[in-house]
Nanobody, 115 residues
């Protein structure tokens, strides 16, 4: 299983980016798809997740600004990020978790928010 994340870049505060995570296999195999991030000098943290049934959950810091979604037909998970803040600067990682608990990680994509 391979997860390829892309869509990161440099954006000014208040701007938007959309991250994509393309999975090499049918994402129906995963009950949870997530985005994590790791900022400079920080631990990796959960940003958002979406379940196979479409349920979502977000970190408090991104609620109302970020939206996670999945396109099962394209085996892709998206993270729409609006009103970006300096503290959103991080490497963003895609994660896929199977029902047996096995997890897979993508390679990460850098998001840098400038003032």
């Amino acid at each position: 299983v391979q997860l390829q994340a892309f869509g990161g870049g440099l954006v000014q505060a208040g701007g938007s980016l959309r991250l994509s995570c393309v999975v090499s296999t049918n994402i129906f195999a995963f009950n949870v798809m997530s985005w994590y991030r790791q900022g400079p000098g920080k631990q990796r943290e959960l940003v958002a997740l979406v379940t196979s049934r479409g349920g979502t959950n977000y970190a408090d810091s991104v609620k109302g600004r970020f939206t996670i979604s999945r396109d099962n037909a394209k085996n892709t998970v998206y993270l729409q990020m609006n009103d970006l803040k300096l503290e959103d600067t991080a490497v963003y990682y895609c994660n896929a978790q199977r029902r047996d608990g096995t997890t897979f990680w993508g390679q990460g994509t850098q998001v840098t928010v400038s003032s």
